[in-house]
């Protein structure tokens, strides 16, 4: 790995859970890097330039002490950060290794671009060089997560908040590998619901990942990374044909639909493209009835209604906290660090403050 650490340090940085959690949680970032990965730092605002430079990543000692003189201070004008940071990833650039710029920030994104389309496009240019960018976002009351995780998306990399030592240990040391190590290029899913089976359907989430139908086909047009140990879940609420559920009217010019279901729900499609490559592969499969959903998928399924009711979703009808409780109590499984548990408890508080029985 070739990593440099794009570090705000304005003066807004000057907060316990800001700069100084943000060089604690580097420090545990360290210690999963072997002595052939490389580590740049460059910081904007206060203490502009280049604090260290290409370094291998068995040079601890030298590492955590430019991350020790890192100090908060200044305005964020005027700073080409992003710039600096891509010309040192460069330098050190692997040809088979993962090259990617770390920005962290509590928000402020003054990193020497400001106008947001040429900051995103600028970005997806380098990461078409082989250079990705992922996001870290540190504090409170600055933070824009739709501009972190547009410009994560256009870096092929992941945008993630940062709050306690606990969540910078799950994000930087736990799903590290996946983060670093893409094994799939441009992922692309496709689904096409069968009519005699499904008269309605939703995707749940995914809203800033959205594609146009006709970009499916199309090797040019970028589309996420899946990372090494990783899954993507996609949850999908449907309603079954003939349900009381129903909310729509039947169209007047619907397409004709097949004579017989042949037992599938729908049909799936995957593209993805082998690690530089240029051209994508195809996998299909049909979707069919189950004797019911794993564990896993329940598990996710909780979460997914969670989110649904932190944004007092008009679909969930009489479904509230203590339904997503409960599910996620009951499938929870394997959780060696706790992060389910976690979660569990992010439920319960919720619900204490939502002021109802349903929490809506």
Do not use: C
């Amino acid at each position: 790995s070739n990593i440099v650490l794009l570090i705000d340090t304005s003066g807004s940085m000057n907060q316990p859970n800001k700069l100084p959690l943000l060089i604690s949680s580097f420090k545990l970032l360290l210690k999963t890097l072997g002595e052939d990965d490389t580590v740049s730092i460059v910081t904007y605002a206060g203490s502009a330039g280049t604090v260290l430079e290409p370094t291998p990543a068995s040079e601890t000692g030298k590492i955590n002490a430019a991350l020790n003189n890192l100090r908060s201070g200044g305005s964020t004008a005027g700073a080409a950060g992003l710039e600096l940071a891509y010309n040192k990833a460069l330098e050190s650039f692997d040809e088979d290794g993962n090259n990617r710029v770390i920005l962290a920030t509590d928000g402020d994104f003054n990193v020497g671009i400001n106008n947001p389309d040429a900051l995103k496009d600028f970005i997806a240019a380098k990461r078409d060089t082989g250079t990705y960018l992922s996001v870290l976002g540190f504090g409170r009351g600055n933070l824009d997560d739709a501009t972190m995780q547009a410009l994560a998306q256009n870096g092929n990399g992941q945008a993630a908040y940062i709050d306690t030592l606990t969540e910078a240990q799950e994000v930087l040391v736990d799903q590290l590998t996946g983060e670093l190590f893409p094994i799939a290029g441009d992922v692309k899913i496709q689904v096409e619901w069968n009519p005699v089976e499904v008269a309605e359907y939703r995707l749940i989430g995914y809203e800033t990942r959205a594609l146009a139908r006709e970009d499916f086909n199309n090797d040019k047009v970028d589309a996420g990374e899946l990372g090494a140990g990783h899954s993507v879940t996609a949850i999908y609420e449907v309603t079954p044909v003939g349900s009381p559920a129903q909310l729509s009217d039947p169209l007047r010019y619907a397409p004709a639909q097949a004579a017989e279901s042949n037992g599938e729900l729908g049909f799936l499609k995957l593209r993805y493209k082998e690690p530089g490559a240029s051209e994508s592969q195809l996998l299909t499969t049909p979707i069919v009835p189950t004797q019911g959903a794993s564990s896993e998928a329940q598990f996710a399924a909780a979460i997914a209604g969670f989110g649904q009711l932190l944004r007092d979703d008009r679909f969930l009808g009489e479904w509230g906290y203590p339904e997503a409780i409960a599910l996620a109590n009951a499938n929870r499984g394997d959780d060696p660090f706790g992060y389910r548990a976690e979660a569990v408890q992010l439920m319960r508080l919720a619900f204490s403050v939502s002021g109802s029985r349903l929490g809506r």
